[in-house]
């Protein structure tokens, strides 16, 4: 094997090498730590530096620094505004980062424990590393963003795709096509990871032919590192060169591949790296191939298969996220052979009893399951709602008999977003103002929100439209440019939102086009919503945005059939649709709008996040009740329409919007008094932020991660050891 453990060799993380002069030399640190991203104030360094060029980097201080001629940064380096500002935050970098009394060691012990690793599929971080395609990669981003806020160890394993970013274009039949973003990996803030001489590492997956190699690239976010495995290497063959091109391939031999690279590769780079691990956390079950490879290693010490399954099921963390089958992956299991054959047998099993493991009903297997498989090999497994515990055991119940026998077992975290990446910079300066400089490490505390009420409704509804005024422009810019650059139809530089108003009363919907989301719902009675859009006192428009998969055509279907909508003039320019769907546009839309839309086919959307990103920002959500909304919903902070459980009905469920609309929501919006506040509005705003800002976050969810499981599992170990067993799945050597 080419790879052996590198504890004696000496592991090198090479950036790109970027001149920057000695007096403000750690900014080459602070661009590449994402840090930087959730920290106004950082930014803000980066903007004084070159306003111009930052934002023609797109936000991106390694491409930034990169392109800068050097009488820009010595400038810097001898102005006295940007060095007062620079050693403030590079000081508060560093403090924060190697903070010792983080919450972590004042409020949990889990003494000695070794960092918990955490697997997931996608990162949503920043829109200069584009490693996502939706919810469940912001989730991992904020997860880890917090992790570090909190001091929490943890490591983080995933893909590194070149080609992960697809960038959405629309054509003027309302068609959507998408075109490949390369990453380039020299101005994007990572590292290679190398050896001495500034040699790439490469590490071979184990036992698993044709060979496999894979480079690591690493992240710093905060405290967390975050290793990224890329298979586009000379050394693989052509077709293993592209495992890695794409998120969630619709090829299945491909998506095995990746599959495999991110649990055993994962695995086998943490042991070449010498890192040292217990618990795994497996957000969903597309790295759940990390706990077969932690059976085989420790039968390679000499376990007998029933320890080493006892060993990996307490020490996993598994979060199933979703109800939607094609959320699951299944491989036939002729393509599993091709892989596995030499595998399974290191295991102890035969073939049978290794399909068994995937198996997602009683009988004989016909694919092979990996939410099963993470099931039967994690004793902490948890669903992401209250309502999607029960949708999640409805569902394995009568295929796994041990989650029939114990439903206890099956837990929910509810997800939460990470307050300082959503929060707008001003609404984030009128916290500090109204709620006290220190209200984020107190953001769990509900008298901490009651603070709310003190700001004027005035203030904040100036807030608001300023944010509001600040999409729009944003969108309007957008079209202008894509007039301008592309040869596009006037019908669709409108249908972008060139007419939208900021006076009138907007509704927001943005996520991912996946049916089951029914962005075109609002449309079931075109006459209502005529009537609703074009009233003539009060109007209201409604901006969508999202991307649909490329292999998924009914979902592009509903995409254009909401852009001939935007470009039919019989709507009078009050519906737009905005290309190109990502983590800024993102921040805009949940900042900007007046009122957020969600609409799914229940159960479908196990918890759903971007309604708390608008509410925590003063945008209320109307919502069927489904995922994280029958939690959050209390009367007055929102609404709510539609029926939780029941036969699909498009029909009665827009109704019933377009009844709440109607008759409540948009009379409320426009009741103003002679300043034009709209004070009921502002009273549902302040109720909508206080809900999510306390309970909705990710602190409150980190810290249940830890309490429910990592602090079990970690007991767990204890045990053993006190028994004077060491537990053979851990890699227990120091960092
Ligand atoms: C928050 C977010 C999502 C997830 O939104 P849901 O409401 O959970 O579907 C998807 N994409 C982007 C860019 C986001 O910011």
């Known amino acids: 094997m080419r790879s052996t453990n590198l504890r004696d060799q000496t592991i090198s993380f090479q950036k790109e090498f970027i001149h920057v002069p000695e007096r403000i030399f750690h900014l080459v640190d602070l661009a590449y730590n994402l840090w930087w991203s959730w920290h106004p104030e950082a930014r803000m360094v980066f903007k004084l530096l070159d306003r111009p060029a930052w934002k023609a980097s797109g936000h991106n201080p390694i491409k930034m620094l990169r392109s800068l001629p050097e009488e820009s940064l010595n400038r810097a380096a001898t102005s006295k505004l940007f060095l007062r500002h620079y050693d403030a935050v590079i000081s508060a970098f560093y403090s ?20 918990v690793i955490y697997f997931s599929a996608e990162y949503g971080l920043h829109h200069s590393l584009p490693l996502y395609a939706g919810g469940l990669g912001f989730l991992a981003g904020d997860y880890i963003k917090e992790c570090s806020d909190l001091g929490m160890p943890l490591v983080a394993i995933g893909f590194m795709y070149p080609k992960g970013y697809m960038r959405q274009v629309i054509d003027d039949d309302g068609w959507q096509h998408t075109v490949d973003e390369v990453l380039d990996r020299r101005a994007a803030p990572i590292m290679q990871v190398c050896l001495q001489q500034g040699k790439p590492l490469i590490v071979q997956v184990p036992m698993i032919n044709p060979p496999l190699y894979i480079a690591v690239w690493k992240v710093m976010v905060g405290r967390i590192p975050l290793y990224l495995l890329d298979t586009d290497i000379s050394l693989n063959e052509p077709s293993m060169r592209t495992i890695s091109a794409r998120l969630y391939s619709g090829d299945k031999n491909q998506r095995l591949l990746q599959e495999i690279v991110l649990g055993i590769g994962g695995m086998q780079v943490l042991h070449v790296l010498g890192i040292s691990h217990s618990i795994i956390h497996l957000n969903e079950g597309h790295a759940a191939f990390a706990l077969l490879e932690r059976i085989r290693r420790s039968r390679e010490k000499g376990s007998p298969y029933s320890r080493a399954l006892e060993d990996v099921m307490n020490t996993t963390v598994f979060t199933t996220h979703t ?49 099963a498989l993470a099931l039967r090999l994690s004793t902490y497994h948890n669903a992401v709602s209250k309502k999607h515990k029960e949708t999640a055991y409805e569902m394995w119940k009568d295929r796994i008999p041990q989650i029939k026998q114990d439903p206890g077992s099956f837990e929910y975290v509810t997800n939460g977003i990470h307050t300082k990446t959503w929060i707008d910079p001003k609404m984030l300066r009128l916290f500090n103002e109204y709620l006290g400089q220190n209200w984020l490490s107190r953001q769990d505390s509900r008298i901490i929100w009651e603070l709310i009420e003190d700001i004027p409704d005035a203030l904040l509804w100036k807030n608001h439209m300023l944010l509001k005024l600040k999409l729009i422009n944003r969108i309007c ?14 019908a669709l530089v409108l249908a972008e939102g060139s007419l939208l108003d900021p006076m009138i ?67 009078q320019g009050r519906i737009a649709f905005v290309e190109n769907y990502d983590e800024q546009l993102s921040q805009y839309l949940v900042h900007g709008v007046d009122l957020w839309l969600n609409n799914p086919v229940p159960p479908m959307e196990a918890c759903g996040t971007s309604g708390m990103k ?20 209390n009367t007055k902070n929102g609404w709510v329409f539609g029926k939780e459980r029941d036969e699909r009905d498009d029909m009665r469920d827009a109704s019933a919007l377009y009844d709440l609309l109607e008759e409540e929501i948009v009379p409320l919006y426009y009741a103003t008094d002679e300043q034009g506040i709209p004070h009921g509005w502002v009273t549902v705003m302040k109720e909508a932020m206080k809900a999510v800002g306390c309970s909705f976050t990710m602190k409150r969810m980190v810290t249940e991660y830890v309490n429910k499981f990592y602090v079990k599992a970690h007991e767990y170990q204890v045990q053993e050891k006190e028994k004077g067993i060491s537990s053979p799945v851990s890699d227990t050597f120091p960092v």
């Open 96 to 115: 924060d980062i190697e903070d010792e009394n983080c919450w972590f060691s004042q409020n949990v012990s889990m003494d000695g424990c070794s960092p």
């Open 323 to 371: 109800p939607v089958p094609a959320g699951h992956d299944i491989f036939p299991l002729e393509l599993m052979d091709t892989y596995f054959s030499s595998y399974y047998p290191l295991l102890g099993l035969s073939r049978n009893e290794f399909y068994q493991l995937g198996a997602d009903s009683d009988s004989i297997p016909s694919g092979f399951n990996m939410t």
């Open 477 to 490: 810019k957008r079209s202008r440019i894509a007039w301008f650059e592309r040869d596009i139809s006037p």
């Open 505 to 571: 009363m907007t509704i927001g919907f943005s996520r991912r086009f996946a049916t089951y989301k029914r962005a075109d719902l609002i449309f079931s009675d075109k006459e209502r919503l005529l009537r609703l859009l074009c009233h003539p006192t009060r109007p209201i428009q409604i901006i969508f945005a999202g991307k649909a998969h490329p292999d998924d055509d009914p979902g592009k279907e509903i995409l254009q059939r909401i852009i001939l909508a935007a470009k039919d003039p019989v709507f």
């Open 614 to 633: 608008a509410a925590l920002n003063g945008v209320p959500q109307v919502s069927i009740p489904d995922g994280w909304w029958l939690e959050g919903y």
